[in-house]
């Protein structure tokens, strides 16, 4: 199988495709434990308080801490084969907690999930800089960024739909096999690329030294404050997406088949869950509220960002503290259509 070198535009497609497919599966995995959580509790006999022990703290322990380390090697290794090897991690882990037989273990695959994909990021930023120009390198990053909004989509429909007819196990297996099976084909079909190709000549390539990148962040506000409100937005979006299909169940329960009668049959089995429609429901919102998001969010920037570059901080902080009176909207919502409306501005501003 031939390596793209991504030195055409058909090139620099297909590297942008697989890469986004990488990305999307990076999002299935980790956001299908949101609608599988329903039943896992059911069969577990978890409380709330383990299910969010494991769908976030979990994920978010190694997933944080190893993400500095990561990107340091990528700026020294090869870029492809760190991803081919978080890529393969991270969905072996996924596969592994559907034969998870109690808390513990489902803890630790889930820990296995957070380790795997901190390293599937920071390597595909640096690649995108290696096959795009400078002015081409934004709309990639554009594009490369929808695999947010589809992943999540996917890993909350695909678990509904699997989990209905196969069970919240065989949700796991699959989607884990589907993403060990994209592996071999990301490491043989993608070259790495030379390393600062396109940047300007007596440019040093050399990776400046760790305790010299801490020194110079540690002395930018700047860093500090972005830092903080992206992770706000994370504790935000992370704490909806594993909690919203639940709390759609519990409290529209009732409503959901109403919301979905013009659907064909075909996409419903004799008797559906009120599971399998939260997982339509809810994908719905985080589908069409994040293309919404980063389209305009993009949108947004490059017009305000043209006469003040502050902007591009801005702009998602404002579209932030706007969502919060989304938010008391869709949790005191008295009815599912309010609900979906308040939720998709939710999706929307949050990825603004």
């Not at 994920?59 to 991803?83: E, H, Q």
């Not at 639940?246 to 004799?270: D, N």
């Not at 869709?330 to 939720?343: E, K, M, T």
């Amino acid at each position: 199988m031939k390596e793209t070198r991504g030195d055409s535009a058909l090139g620099r497609a297909y590297v942008l495709f697989i890469l986004v497919l990488v990305y999307t599966f990076n999002f299935i995995d980790r956001q299908i434990v949101g609608i599988l959580a329903v039943p896992i509790k059911a069969e577990l006999a978890l409380n709330d308080t383990q299910l969010s022990l494991m769908g976030g703290l979990a994920f978010a322990l190694f997933y944080t801490f190893l993400g500095i380390p990561i990107a340091w090697l990528a700026d020294r290794s090869n870029r492809v084969w760190i991803m081919t090897i978080a890529l393969s991690v991270w969905s072996a882990m996924t596969a592994l907690c559907g034969l998870s037989q109690n808390f513990i273990q489902l803890f630790l695959a889930r820990l296995g999930v957070g380790i795997g994909e901190a390293g599937g990021v920071a390597p595909a930023y640096s690649l995108i800089a290696d096959y795009f120009p400078p002015h081409q390198r934004a709309r990639a990053l554009s594009v490369y960024s929808f695999g947010i909004p589809i992943g999540s989509a996917m890993g909350i429909v695909l678990g509904g739909v699997l989990t209905t007819h196969l069970g919240w196990r065989a949700a796991f297996i699959l989607v884990g096999l589907m993403g060990l099976a994209i592996a071999p084909l990301f490491r043989l079909t993608l070259a790495e690329p030379p390393r600062g190709r396109f940047d300007a000549p007596g440019t040093s390539l050399a990776p400046a030294p760790f305790a010299a990148v801490l020194r110079t962040l540690a002395r930018k506000p700047s860093f500090w404050l972005m830092s903080l409100g992206g992770a706000c937005s994370s504790m935000m979006g992370y704490g909806l997406i594993f909690w919203l299909p639940s709390f759609f169940v519990r409290s529209f329960g009732a409503e959901l088949p109403g919301f979905f009668a013009w659907l064909p049959r075909f996409l419903l089995p004799q008797e559906p869950p009120a599971l399998l429609y939260a997982s339509y429901f809810y994908g719905a919102i985080l589908l069409i509220g994040g293309v919404i998001g980063i389209w305009s969010g993009g949108a947004l920037a490059d017009y305000f960002g043209r006469a003040r570059r502050g902007a591009y901080a801005m702009i998602p902080a404002l579209a932030f503290l706007a969502s919060l009176p989304f938010f008391v909207a869709g949790v005191l919502a008295p009815s599912l259509g309010v609900a979906f409306i308040a939720f998709l501005a939710i999706q929307a501003l949050s990825l603004v």
